[in-house]
């Protein structure tokens, strides 16, 4: 296919999902080359190729004719992935044939070619199962399905939806018969096919002329590919697995990119069923994004998100859900809003780009003086659901708290850069009060953790009848017991307001992950977090582990017959608990969460991580980015730019197996005011002859504040200096190549 990394897939799954991707049409089917029906926001419906916001084909078949007998190519032997394709192998009568899939970008279709070079006399017949209909949520914006109508125009296949004008066409390389059922391609070393549709008849034309000329969109794409993933590269004997999970997660946020025409550009939350617009997965992917130079994808997501929670809500509230054809289904959890104002502050910060920064300003104002109106109170701390979408819990949550005082200071750090003195004051007081108030009305003591909520005596006597009904569905007895403790404490409890551990769910680490908790009660609720793990990672809802977890290896997809999360280990939780590790001075334990969730990668699907640990939900997850990104570029590495003013502080806290770290090509800022930072550490002996390099390409050298020992020598540009003190054992060393030595 290219001369790019090719992986095989794990044969135990071939009859599980895969994943040709691109930025206006993606093709979801099984690793055995078949289109089973999959998916549940449209039951059934979410495989196939799509060109959102319209579904094409249902998928295809294919089979072969030679000397009059016709073998049908129904089930592939072995299954694998590039970063831009799928390639599917059949063995038949001790041959091989190949089919490879690639979506040409930006073109809305694809290309399936056959090589039967092992078969150069036979004909193949291609059965395309057309099902042109609307995305979810379509009858919203009068997208209503229709029949489709097969015909052949202009020697090409084509099927229109009779009261829409949707169109899908087909064409094939070596040219043969076309019926309303199948194409015939002529006896040929390869078969291409080549697939494409749109709105009308005239943009499917113009689109399959796209596609029939892929070769230059192929080497296009595969450059983009090679550039981006070359981004913050990261090394380090010993961390191979690790180094691979790295670079495929940059190659799976292209796979994820998605042009919405007139919506804008963005990225899906997940294949197959979340290949839309979502808020807070947008929000926590961003801030990986950041850590390996995608500004350009950071800023059009927000762009997006702005525009569509402005046309939705226009008071600063950011939009959950929405689908391609623009309906929004979810106008917005409460931390979404936060969210979104932390991902603008900190896209500008690695991005430098003052026009974007300008732009989102007012919409970060706009977005916290709404948040403040959802606080019934007055305490800082809005009322209403949060990240677990769990009846019941809408009271005042730790995550919306957390990730509130994360965007006070946030907006505080702009104002200040904007020179807005009034709203620095305000967001400075709002975000020191409010973290003083959670930690000292969140912290449950007895629990050695933070509540995940806080409320009256009926919202949580409400809330732990639902949970202790959950856990013993899931014959959790232990669980069922520590509830009915809680139980009888919160009938009894004084006072309005009341914090209360209920479901252990992860969220109660976001005091920690956001960096504000006392230091003795992180350490406390951290390994409290740590008892709620399996190899994979952290449970999502604390009860629902039982005593196998901390063993446990076996998928998890074979338990479920529908979908749900109950019993689910996360990618997202598990990062989570690493930032928050991080900061907290504990980088060992943070990288044993990586290495749990990188047990995960290639599990069920080559290349990529699912969304639930190891092999259920999303095959393809936007937010994986955030939980490896986060804690390698910016806390083992310690990279914390300041763009606007070319500066970069570099603080690595490395775990202490880490003897030669390097991560290559760190690109901060944009056009003409960038630096590419190469960054490599090596760990002496005892604690002696320690090196730190920094190597930096850019027009003018910015400034690098890092600490400094007392005894060290630094070296910039091979030439001995001292630096600039500045507080708490920092210096300034301004140079394209800084050595330290101690």
């Known amino acids: 296919m290219s001369t790019m990394e090719t992986l095989q897939g794990n044969t135990n799954y071939l009859h599980s999902k895969q994943m040709t991707p691109g930025n206006h049409a993606y093709c979801v089917g099984f690793q055995d080359g078949t289109f089973p029906d999959m998916g549940w926001h449209i039951k059934g419906e979410m495989g196939g190729l799509w060109a959102h916001p319209i579904k094409l084909l249902d ?35 001790g041959k091989t044939i190949t089919r490879t899939q690639f979506i040409p970008d930006p073109a809305k279709g694809m290309v399936v070619e056959y090589d039967m070079s092992d078969f150069p006399k036979a004909q193949l017949l291609f059965y395309p199962k057309v099902d042109l209909r609307p995305t979810w949520l379509g009858e919203r914006t009068n997208m209503i399905d229709s029949t489709d109508v097969i015909a052949i125009v202009d020697n090409q296949w084509t099927a229109t939806d009779s009261k829409n004008g949707w169109q899908v066409r087909i064409s094939a390389s070596s040219k043969g018969a076309i019926t309303p059922t199948h194409l015939v391609s002529s006896p040929s070393k390869t078969h291409q096919f080549y697939i494409a549709g749109g709105l009308t008849a005239g943009e499917a034309t113009e689109e399959l002329a796209a596609v029939e000329s892929w070769s230059d969109l192929w080497y296009s794409k595969e450059q983009k590919h090679f550039e981006l993933s070359g981004n913050s590269s990261f090394f380090c004997a010993g961390e191979e697995d690790l180094e691979t999970v790295f670079r495929w997660l940059k190659h799976n946020a292209i796979w994820l990119e998605m042009d919405a025409d007139t919506l804008g550009y963005g990225f899906a939350a997940g ?5 839309w617009f979502f808020g807070c997965d947008s929000e926590f992917s961003i801030l990986g994004l950041n850590a390996v130079g995608r500004y350009d994808l950071s800023k059009s997501m927000l762009r997006l998100l702005a525009k569509a929670s402005e046309r939705t809500n226009g008071t600063g509230q950011i939009i959950h859900e929405m689908s391609t054809n623009g309906a929004v289904f979810n106008p917005g959890n409460l931390n979404e809003t936060p969210q979104f104002v932390t991902a603008c502050y900190d896209t500008y910060r690695w991005s430098g780009d003052k026009v974007f920064f300008d732009e989102m300003y007012p919409q970060m104002i706009q977005s916290m003086q709404w948040l403040e109106d959802q606080d019934a109170d007055g305490n800082g701390i809005p009322d209403g659901y949060g990240m677990m979408e769990i009846h019941g819990m809408n009271g005042e949550m730790i995550d919306v708290a957390a990730y509130t005082v994360q965007a006070w200071g946030a907006l505080y750090e702009s104002a200040l850069l904007q020179g807005d003195d009034k709203v620095a004051a305000w967001a400075g007081r709002s975000a ?161 969460y990586l290495h749990r969730m990188s047990r995960s990668w290639g599990y069920a699907h080559p290349g990529s991580m699912y969304e639930v640990s190891p092999d259920f939900g999303m095959m393809c997850q936007a937010w994986n980015i955030y939980s490896f990104g986060y804690p390698i570029v910016r806390q083992f590495f310690g990279i914390y730019p300041m763009a606007e003013k070319k500066i970069v502080e570099i603080d690595p806290h490395f775990p202490t197996s880490w003897t030669r770290p390097q991560l290559k090509g760190v690109v901060i800022g944009e056009g003409e005011d960038i630096t590419e930072l190469d960054i490599s550490f090596v760990k002496g002996e005892n604690g002696n002859k ?29 030439a001995l200096i001292q630096g600039e003190d500045l507080l708490d054992g920092m210096k300034k060393i301004t140079g394209h190549s800084i050595l330290i030595e101690w």
Do not use: C
Request: charged residues 20%; without cysteine; glycine residues 8%.
């Open 59 to 93: 998928g295809f078949s294919a089979a072969m004719v030679q000397k009059g007998d016709t073998i049908y190519l129904d089930s592939a032997t072995t299954y694998s992935t590039t970063a831009l394709g799928s390639i599917f192998t059949y063995n038949i009568q």
């Open 271 to 275: 294949i197959e069923d979340y290949p």
């Open 432 to 592: 020191a009060e409010l973290s003083a108030y959670i930690n000292e009305n969140y912290w449950v003591e007895g629990a050695g953790a933070y509540a995940d909520v806080r409320g009256s005596k009926a919202q949580v006597l409400e809330l732990i009848d639902g949970a202790i009904e959950r856990a013993e569905g899931l014959n959790k007895p232990w669980a069922v017991e520590e509830l009915e403790t809680t139980r009888k404490a919160a009938a009894v409890s004084a006072g309005e307001m009341n914090p209360y551990s209920v479901h252990h769910n992860w969220i109660v680490n976001t005091p920690m992950e956001v960096g504000f908790a006392p230091e003795e009660n992180a350490l406390k609720a951290l390994d409290k977090a740590a008892q709620y793990t399996n190899p994979f990672g952290m449970f999502v809802t604390g009860i629902d582990r039982d005593e196998s977890a901390g063993t446990d290896t076996d998928g998890f997809a074979k338990r479920k017959k529908t979908f749900t999360y109950v019993g689910a280990v996360m990618t997202l939780p598990t990062g989570v608990a690493a930032v928050a590790e991080n900061n907290y001075g504990r980088p060992d334990k943070a990288l044993d």
């Open 690 to 718: 320690n090196q730190l390099q920094i190597l930096q390409t850019a027009n003018e050298p910015w400034s690098i504040m890092t600490p400094v020992q007392d005894h060290a020598r630094i070296y910039v540009d091979n």
